[in-house]
């Protein structure tokens, strides 16, 4: 499983010198609200090396939102984001080096092809084009038959697993995946399953939303709720 | 560069930019053909306003629709979630808005010089042109940026862009309309220094504002 990340280095944990805590992820205070309604209140997280959570909640409960602010596409009211050690204020280009997001849309340029989007994104990620070359991410999600296709001609699955594939190309420290199992089947689910397994194994972190109660991501993710602003353990 | 590349595939796949500018600046000069007599004395005056109304209106078209294909999908998002510097996002855009317009521009003169009957020193009037498109695909870029996530956005671009944009409009027609009629190049040189004074202006704050508008 480790095998599906063979360019990525292996992901060291930022080890704070004050705490000796191995934490990727700390969100403190965190406030966003929308006009008069507030969806997140205060909320406090921590993320560890290695450690996955699930967060469930109702529609509307404010999952999107909470990724939307990690991701920094969204500016939180108040509160702060620090990721391996560096506060969202201070440097906001390094946060978003260290993050990967898959959301609801592809965040891709229909018009252009499959490759040349991932060219693009690695571009910009300062990772080199030629790297997608030996990506074997690009297989196990089908899509080396189909990198001279534009996006526009893709389903919504395949369109997804795009995504996933451009959120990966930069080798993140934590991946963000907002309802990632919208769209896709039975088999790339599962991919998924793995990637997600291998992916914390290798020292990653990983928070997705799901508004799926019965769905299963493995004993490694812990599952949260929000609820009113809060995140709470499901229990 | 790679945001210039990118804008220049989806341009070559898409062709709703260029064409959307050509179409409208080309359908302008022949109208104000047909309004006013072209005569050697009011072409002189006239067809430098023609000339830059068409491109700052089509400019206007053509950025609001560059951007408009960035939201679609949220491909402008994806860019945003990269580590890029936010001035190098904006420059890219202005480069690739740049080039466009230029390419309009190369084809909309040469049917003015035959419309019109025009004598121009190709020289002078490249760098008029350069300094006059810079301004337009600055300041253009920006609130086409701005307007991007609002409903009106067709109404907000032309408000906010053409009372900014009036001075280096003014400065290109004042430029333009001394190349056509030949006359002193003193007073050619203060408006050209006029409108590098201004680009120079656009360039230190539209990028700064740039980064204020596409951070949420």
Redesign the interface.
């Not at chain 1, 849309?105 to 252009?112: A, M, N």
């Not at chain 1, 571009?123 to 300062?126: G, P, V, Y």
């Not at chain 2, 998002?77 to 510097?85: E, R």
């Given at each position: 499983m480790a095998g599906l990340l063979p360019l990525c280095p292996p992901r060291r944990c930022y080890i704070s010198m004050k705490t000796k805590s191995q934490c990727l992820v700390k969100v403190s205070g965190l406030s966003k609200s929308y006009g008069r309604r507030r969806v997140l209140n205060q909320l406090e997280f921590e993320v560890e090396c290695g450690s996955g959570f699930v967060i469930r909640g109702s529609n509307g409960s404010g999952k999107t939102t909470f990724l939307e602010t990690l991701?920094?596409?969204?500016?939180p009211d108040e509160g702060s984001i620090v990721v391996c050690g560096v506060s969202l204020k201070e440097d906001?280009?390094?946060v978003?080096?260290k993050?990967g997001?898959v959301?609801h849309?592809?965040?891709?340029?229909?018009?252009?092809t499959v490759k040349?989007n991932l060219v693009?994104?690695s571009?910009?990620?300062?990772v080199p084009p030629q790297a997608l070359d030996e990506n074997i991410l690009l297989s196990q999600m089908g899509l080396d038959t189909r990198l001279n296709q534009?996006?526009s001609t893709l389903s919504h699955g395949f369109q997804k697993r795009v995504s996933i594939v451009?959120s990966m190309l930069?080798c993140p420290k934590v991946l963000l995946l907002d309802e990632p199992e919208t769209g896709l089947d039975e088999e790339t689910l599962s991919v998924l399953k793995g990637l997600i397994k291998a992916f914390l194994s290798d020292g990653g972190s990983v928070i997705l939303t799901t508004h799926l109660e019965k769905l299963d991501y493995g004993s490694k993710m812990e599952n949260l709720f929000l609820k009113n602003g809060k995140l709470m353990p499901l229990s | 560069m790679?945001i210039a590349?990118?804008d220049f595939?989806?341009e070559i796949?898409?062709k709703e930019v260029v064409l959307a500018v050509l179409v409208f600046s080309l359908l302008s000069i022949v109208v104000f053909n047909i309004a006013f007599d072209p005569t050697p004395r009011t072409v002189a005056m006239v067809a430098p306003g023609i000339l830059w109304v068409a491109l700052a209106f089509g400019g206007i078209l053509g950025l609001s629709r560059a951007f408009a294909?960035e939201v679609?999908?949220?491909?402008f998002?994806?860019?945003?979630?990269?580590?890029?510097?936010r001035d190098a996002f904006f420059f890219g855009k202005v480069i690739s808005s740049f080039v466009f317009m230029a390419f309009v521009e190369l084809i909309l003169v040469p049917v003015m010089v035959i419309l019109f009957d025009l004598n121009i020193p190709v020289f002078l009037f490249i760098i008029v042109s350069a300094l006059a498109l810079l301004a337009v695909s600055l300041v253009g870029t920006l609130f086409a940026a701005m307007a991007i996530n609002t409903r009106a956005r067709e109404i907000l671009m032309p408000v906010l862009f053409l009372p900014v944009i009036i001075p280096a409009l003014l400065a290109s027609v004042e430029c333009t309309e001394i190349l056509f009629s030949g006359q002193s190049s003193i007073n050619l040189s203060k408006w050209i220094g006029l409108l590098a004074v201004f680009d120079a202006v656009y360039l230190i704050v539209t990028p700064f504002c740039f980064g204020l508008v596409v951070?949420?």
């Open positions: 991701s920094t596409i969204s500016r906001s280009a390094f978003r080096s993050i997001l959301a849309s592809s965040y891709l340029y229909p018009q252009l040349e693009f994104f571009r910009l990620n300062q534009r996006v451009r930069h | 790679t590349w990118k595939l989806l796949r898409s294909l679609e999908n949220g491909g998002t994806g860019t945003l979630l990269t580590p890029i510097a951070s949420d």
